[in-house]
């Protein structure tokens, strides 16, 4: 099972990419969870640029969307919104297939983040990705310094938590793949 994880963060530091890495590390047998990290140098999206090709790193970024299982998003919150970085990545797969069906999962490293929750989720639903309410998890790691969010992501709360979401999430996965399987 293909899960492709990106983070709405582009610090070096970010508390959302330790929390993507963490799940790298607890994933379940048989789930591959790989981290985009190119997030950042995508072209901003401009649908004059959206034409046959389109720009090599969203070509790329399509490609790794429709070969992926499930796509799992850890992204904060700026100023009461979705970050940047991760609109930008969605909006140049609005008017393609790649997230239509697809399971998604959320992870959020604050729980403050409520209102970008709501936008990302709604963004996402509205791209017609399949949510999966049960597969999301809140490991409070804001304005830790890394160290201590090593320590807190390696402790039994967090592993737990993590752990419960990404089986939750390899169901739901398994569960779309066998829906895929009986229709075609």
């Known amino acids: 099972m293909k899960i492709l994880a990106i983070s709405g963060s582009l610090r070096a530091a970010s508390t959302n990419t330790a929390l993507l890495r963490a799940a790298q590390r ?17 072209p ?5 640029d959206d034409g046959e090709p389109a720009p ?27 970050p940047g970085g991760i609109k930008n990545a969605l909006d140049w797969v609005v008017g393609s297939s790649e997230l239509v069906d697809k399971p998604t999962a959320l992870l959020h490293a604050s729980p403050r983040s409520e209102i970008s929750r709501g936008a990302l989720a709604e963004i996402l639903v509205t791209m017609s990705a399949r949510l999966v309410p049960e597969a999301t998890a809140t490991v ?30 390899a169901a739901a996965v398994a569960a779309s793949r066998e829906a895929v399987a009986a229709v075609s």
């Open 26 to 42: 607890l994933a379940p047998a048989g789930m591959a969870i790989t981290l985009y990290d190119k997030l950042g140098h995508l």
């Open 56 to 82: 090599a790193l969203v070509r790329d970024f399509r490609r790794r969307l429709q070969d992926c299982d499930g796509l799992l998003i850890a992204c904060p919150e700026y100023a009461h919104g979705v």
């Open 140 to 169: 409070p790691l804001l304005g830790r310094p890394p160290a201590e969010m090593d320590d807190i992501l390696a402790g039994p709360v967090a592993e737990a938590d993590i752990r419960a979401a990404l089986v939750a999430f």
């Open 44 to 48: 901003i999206f401009n649908p004059d």
